[in-house]
T-cell receptor, first 112, second 116 residues
Framework: GNSVTQMEGPVTLSEEAFLTINCTYT??????LFWYVQYPGEGLQLLLK?????DKGSNKGFEATYRKETTSFHLEKGSVQVSDSAVYFC???????????FGTGTQLKVEL | GAVVSQHPSWVICKSGTSVKIECRSL??????MFWYRQFPKQSLMLMAT?????????EQGVEKDKFLINHASLTLSTLTVTSAHPEDSSFYIC????????????FGPGTRLTVT
């Protein structure tokens, strides 16, 4: 079946530091890949997506590239802000339909 | 953007009682909604797919008689935890795609259930 593995947190960074959150997946066929973000007290929000190999999703300074050869979709941001503090979930959608398979989530804490 | 609400946001109940959680799409219609369960520091686990006007589809290992799902209208799905036990304490989250093949899913803020 499908599965998503992402790095454990929490990840604590200083403001303006570079961020990488690793995500790898196992799936049959050609899944679509997503990053969702959950701010404190709020529901998950779609951050970015990529639907085919070599696609790069980007939003709010975050980027992730769909790497089929390494089955990865690592999230990166060049300069984090305190407002980026949240839990980030990597997810995939495969095999048709709208079902999502999530990773365990990575908490990011950005300090001044 | 589209909004999905859940009610209540948190609930405490006694063992043996039943609790109903509502999930509403506020500005779009959803023929399908998803119910997830999230344990602390763990991923969201899909419990079931709620289908408007028909029976829900449950994931393997989820007791359909314990977690009753009703999708009575295009904007409302309910999850009822029947005869709740402390092990049912968890964070329950619903989501709804904005279209049949839409990549965009909107998530509710979740409901914290504590069974004492």
């Amino acid at each position: 079946g499908n599965s998503v593995t992402q790095m454990e947190g929490p990840v604590t960074l200083s403001e303006e530091a570079f961020l990488t959150i690793n995500c790898t997946y196992t799936a049959t066929g050609y899944p679509s890949l997503f990053w969702y973000v959950q701010y404190p007290g709020e529901g998950l929000q779609l951050l970015l997506k990529a639907t085919k190999a070599d696609d790069k999703g980007s939003n709010k300074g975050f980027e992730a590239t769909y790497r089929k050869e390494t089955t990865s979709f690592h999230l990166e941001k060049g300069s984090v802000q305190v407002s980026d503090s949240a839990v980030y979930f990597c997810a995939l959608r495969g095999g048709g339909g709208n079902k999502l398979t999530f990773g365990t989530g990575t908490q990011l804490k950005v300090e001044l | 953007g589209a909004v999905v609400s859940q009610h209540p946001s948190w609930v405490i109940c006694k063992s043996g009682t039943s609790v109903k959680i509502e999930c509403r799409s506020l500005d779009f219609q959803a023929t399908t909604m998803f119910w997830y369960r999230q344990f602390p520091k763990q991923s969201l686990m899909l419990m079931a797919t709620s289908n408007e006007g028909s029976k829900a589809t449950y994931e393997q290992g989820v007791e359909k008689d314990k977690f009753l799902i009703n999708h009575a209208s295009l904007t409302l799905s309910t999850l009822t935890v029947t005869s709740a036990h402390p092990e049912d304490s968890s964070f329950y989250i619903c989501s709804a795609p904005t279209g049949v093949s839409s990549y965009e899913q909107y998530f509710g803020p979740g409901t914290r259930l504590t069974v004492t």
